[in-house]
């Protein structure tokens, strides 16, 4: 074998203090030492895990290209001294999941924090991230760390971060805290231990989401899945308090569970994977379904309908909580924001109550960064952050009682979700939206951007909001073209807005997809 590869892990299995993954990594590089593939050794030892959207998020797994408490020590390591860069220290909050291996890697990073001179507060048990990212700020911390992979395969585990500010990590302090982690010592060598206790910030939570409806209505029947997740017993709690007590969770799927038995993929864009709540939800008469992801940041939305129960895209539960908060609430100045990939409606319905509306980058760490008086933003990757003020990121459990808000008082008024959808479109013009991905390497995947940098399809105006990012417009169309962060992709999001019916809508979108298809 590649003796290289041999030195390298010998080295990594020195330097892990975890017996567990020791033993794990020393059986994998025994079977590629007595004449096995080296394959699987190859992807431990493939580099560390990059410090990338948030944080990491890996494999739960031996060896530096996984996640496991070798890595996470040196990763606490090189975030906490960035954070005492000025030789300031403070309060660091860290909470966790319920995912395989989340306990360790919680306690892990607790010990490097507090051995680095930082006073830690561990949130109690798995708790869902809205609840960290509420903590940091509720708690005045410097920082919080969230054991997480959120909606990703259960073998997958990561951590996230969040500074003082509540929001996630931007450019350039994702570059600076990889480059303090490349500089850590070996995990064994990283000191730890110091001042660890718990707090529990669950009831200032639950307390602020039951102030975000504005309306009187409380009957609505609802079916909710948290989906083997953390979010189950605090969304129920949050909508009591709220107000909406006739909540029926799939059974099947209300403990959290790290295997995640019920579904191929925990991610509630999957297909199938919100079978079990629509069942559910027509089962029990309910009037509205809501499907959270694993850590309960993001929520997807199910209404009923002539052909039954279907779940609403991110944009139509976008544009709806969007409309909902600038029509009921008393703002000054106030500012709405989403994403370039996301429908342009939410900037219509922005100019009709007065409102200012920005267009950013993909991913919260840009909409929460949208500018000054934010009062909502969302992206439609079902993520929703309907009060800044508090919980500065997406939160899917905070979004699901604005929208139960929503659908009560629509009920009080003999109406349903889909009518205020129709009355949207019917305001604003049908906006049609859809995701193609055509699965690239990254050489040929950034050689293709390049090419329709360089020469873009002729008839379209085009635009840069960054320098792999390409915005094409033309009549009444909007094109996206940019590389996956996370997959090796190539991914264009397509809108179509017709001011008529949603059957032409539904033409020009089926031959805008066929072109688009063609042209990738």
Known sequence: MNPRLRDAALRW???????????????????????????????RMAGMLRFGTAGLRGPVRAGPAGMNVAVVRRATAGLAAWLARDGARGTVVVGRDARHGSAAFAVAAADVLAGAGFAVRTLPGPLPTPVLAFAVRELGAVAGVQITASHNPPADNGYKVYLADGAQLAPPSDTEIEAAIAAAPAAVSVPTGGDVSEVDVTGPYLDRVARLPRGSARTLRIALTPMHGVGGATAVHALARAG???????????????????????????????????????????DLAVALDPDADRCALGIPGPQGWRMLTGDETGVLLGDHLLRTGSYDDPLVAT?????????SIAAAHGARFAETLTGFKWIVRGGPGLVYGYEEALGY??????????????????????????????????????????AHGVHLTR??????????????????????????????????????????ERLVIRPSGTEPKLKAYLEVVEHGDRARAQERLDALAALVAELL
């Open 435 to 476: 995701g193609i991905s055509v699965r690239m390497e990254p050489g040929p995947r950034d050689a293709a951007v390049a090419r329709l940098r360089d020469s873009p399809p002729p008839g379209w105006a085009v635009t840069f909001p960054a320098p792999d990012v390409l915005v094409l417009r033309r009549e009444g």
């Open 339 to 347: 994403t370039v990939v996301s429908s342009s409606m939410l900037g």
């Open 244 to 286: 909406f007590t006739d909540v029926h969770v799939v059974a099947s799927q209300a403990a959290p569970d790290p295997d995640f038995p019920t579904v191929a993929f925990p991610n509630p864009e999957e297909p199938g994977a919100t079978d079990a709540l629509l069942a559910l939800a027509a089962e029990v008469g309910a």
């Open 13 to 43: 299995i020195a330097d892990d203090p975890d017996p567990d993954t020791r033993a794990e990594l020393q059986r994998v590089l025994a079977d590629a030492m007595a004449g096995g593939p080296d394959d699987e050794l190859a992807a």
């Open 385 to 426: 952050c309907v009060d800044p003020a508090t919980v500065n990121d997406k939160d899917g459990i905070a979004a699901a009682t604005v929208a139960c808000d929503l659908a009560a008082t629509l009920r009080a008024s003999g109406q349903g979700v889909q009518d205020r959808l129709d009355e949207l479109a019917a």
